[in-house]
Nanobody, 124 residues
């Protein structure tokens, strides 16, 4: 298994930006697609963004398209989520996850290893 640790969350005003990082240990990330999910209180876990193994293909959930950017640095075993123009509805715990299946990027079932999450709170 791969251990994933997220960081970079915090409290920000609406319209602000944050950059989340997810550092992996235990195995090189370069052979895996990676994704970000989020979960707000009382809601189901939601797909946010994904990046393929090389970093040249990305996918985004509709609520974040045009505002969030997923990227990765395989040399640093790290994936990133740049979040701009944040909105109060982006408030959630954000998780990174490692994809092991060949199926859809947007369903959580395709991901084996998950981080503990980092809290993002956007005030209005």
């Amino acid at each position: 298994q791969v251990q994933l640790v997220e960081s970079g969350g915090g409290l920000v005003q609406a319209g602000g930006s944050l950059r989340l990082s997810c550092v992996a240990s235990g195995r090189p990330l370069r052979q895996y697609a990676m994704a970000w999910f989020r979960q707000a209180p009382g809601k189901e876990r939601e797909f946010v963004a994904a990046v393929n193994w090389s970093g040249d293909v990305t996918y985004y959930g509709d609520p974040v398209k045009g505002r969030f950017t997923a990227s990765r640095d395989n040399a640093k075993n790290t994936v990133y989520l740049q979040m701009n123009n944040l909105k109060p509805e982006d408030t959630a715990v954000y998780y990174c996850a490692l994809k092991i299946s060949l199926g859809s990027y947007i369903t959580a079932q395709g991901y084996r290893d998950w981080g503990q999450g980092t809290q993002v709170t956007v005030s209005s």
